[in-house]
């Protein structure tokens, strides 16, 4: 069977991806659907501190660690998680970068992603802009409901309280923060000068 042609040589896609769901992995399947080499800008900390529920978002190292797993299990290594610190993250002046995957939610800020980039002389990226995924407590599942104990990451309603139908509560570790401007998403390319970055196993461009 012939092997799908990405339609990118690299994109980008981000956000905190807090309690990984259903929404975050359609977006990061849709990235590596449409490009070779996937940047996935993750929220620091300190952005988060003003999401509702703040003090249930996990810490960066085990929110990291859980799309770290996500890959490994879909067989994702042309990819790089950078952490960011702002809400444009690296995108505007990463030089190469050529599409931003959203979801409809976050259209806009892919927009100001673009206006950033063309202030600083970089050609606009094509912005790939998804569905939300739907909740039966909302029109989207999101992090904030699953944080506030009203559905799993699947979207399904939880028993009571902050009870998954396991039984499980949801303990919530940590410090944290705000703001994804892209679908959930943030990056971009002085990258030797960039630290807090994690690459998968092939190496960009490769």
């Not at 990291?64 to 490994?72: A, G």
């Amino acid at each position: 069977m012939r092997k799908h042609r990405k339609k990118y040589r690299k994109v980008v896609v981000g956000g905190t991806f807090d309690r990984l769901h259903l929404g975050h992995k359609a977006l990061l399947r849709k990235a590596f659907e449409v490009g070779k080499y996937v940047y996935v800008g993750l929220t620091s900390d300190e952005m988060v501190r003003n999401k509702p529920y703040a003090e249930k978002i996990l810490p960066y190292e085990l929110r990291l660690r859980d799309l770290i797993k996500f890959f490994e299990v879909n067989g994702y290594s042309n990819y790089r998680v950078i952490k960011i610190h702002t809400a444009i993250g690296f995108v505007d002046k990463m030089k190469n970068l050529e599409a931003i995957v959203v979801s409809e939610e976050t259209y806009k800020g892919a927009l100001l992603v673009n206006r950033a980039r063309e202030e600083n002389g970089l050609r606009p990226l094509d912005i790939i802009t998804i569905g939300l995924v739907k909740s039966p407590l909302g029109p989207k599942i999101s992090s904030s409901l699953i944080r506030a104990g009203l559905i799993d990451p699947f979207g399904k309603p939880v028993s009571s309280g902050n009870e998954t139908p396991d039984g499980k509560t949801f303990k919530g570790k940590g410090r944290n923060t705000s703001g994804d401007i892209y679908g959930e998403a943030e990056g971009a390319d002085y990258s030797d000068q960039l630290q807090d970055i994690h690459r998968g196993d092939r190496e960009e461009g490769a």
